[in-house]
């Protein structure tokens, strides 16, 4: 578990949401999900993601901070919204308090008897309610290791038979991913490919890392490449 007041708050959250494996419990009181250091996109990145096994615990008043970086006590509540939206387990305590920690240390031992309710099981997670995670990720698959050993991996696109590609900046190779989920690498000397993406004419485009001599523009064809897919080289 992990806990915490004000940025406090908001950094103990942000631990947990980013190892889950270490940190299953949080508990969050008057956080500063407000624009400081990009506080406030946390809700909407919260909405984006596929929920982990976190249970989180809230606080937050009415009479919170209301300064020119934001509002504490909405930043509160979109956070609890937004938790719930993606199926987090996550409860709140609102008061009518300001910025201190009169109201979060007085609920925090119902606070932790919820958040420890049923250890050592982990959280259970409800359904996420966003369109876009129902149609792209089975919500209830375990993580599956595609592949291991790169250098500094980038720009994975989808082409439109559904195989998918992506960049070893670090050592110049573009690998490519069929259909069975099978890993081959697919060309190298990639001046250290970046970005890709598919155009409107079905065709890949690359973006190289490596300027060198190369002006914009300058395209590199793949030997292996099906008719209307090439590699085409920008920089600037």
């Known amino acids: 578990m992990i806990a915490g007041n004000s940025s406090g708050g908001i950094a103990a959250f942000m631990v947990a949401f980013s190892r889950p494996q270490r940190f299953t419990r949080v508990f969050t009181g008057v956080g500063t999900y407000v624009s400081m250091r990009g506080g406030d996109q946390i809700a909407g990145l919260v909405r984006k993601i596929e929920p982990s096994p976190l249970r ?73 309610q966003g369109g876009t995670i129902k149609e792209t990720i089975y919500l209830d698959a375990e993580w599956e290791l595609v592949g291991e050993g790169y250098g500094f991996t980038e720009g994975p696109v989808a082409a439109p038979n559904g195989e998918v590609y992506f960049n070893d900046l670090r050592h110049s190779k573009t690998y490519h991913v069929d259909k069975s989920g099978a890993v081959s690498e697919w060309t190298s000397n990639t001046m250290r490919a970046n970005g890709m993406a598919y155009g409107p004419d079905g065709r890949r485009y690359v973006l190289a890392a490596t300027p060198a001599k190369y002006g914009p523009s300058t395209r590199m064809e793949t030997k292996k490449s099906s008719p209307r897919e090439y590699a085409e080289t920008t920089w600037s």
């Open 56 to 128: 989180v615990f809230l606080q937050g008043g009415t009479n919170d901070n209301h300064l020119d970086v934001g509002d504490w006590w909405i930043g509160n509540q979109a956070m609890q919204r937004a938790l719930q939206f993606a199926g987090y387990e996550v409860k709140h305590a609102w008061g009518e308090g300001s910025h201190n920690a009169k109201h979060a240390t007085s609920v925090f031992p119902d606070a932790m008897r919820w958040l420890w309710k049923d250890w050592p099981a982990l959280p259970e997670n409800g359904k996420h």
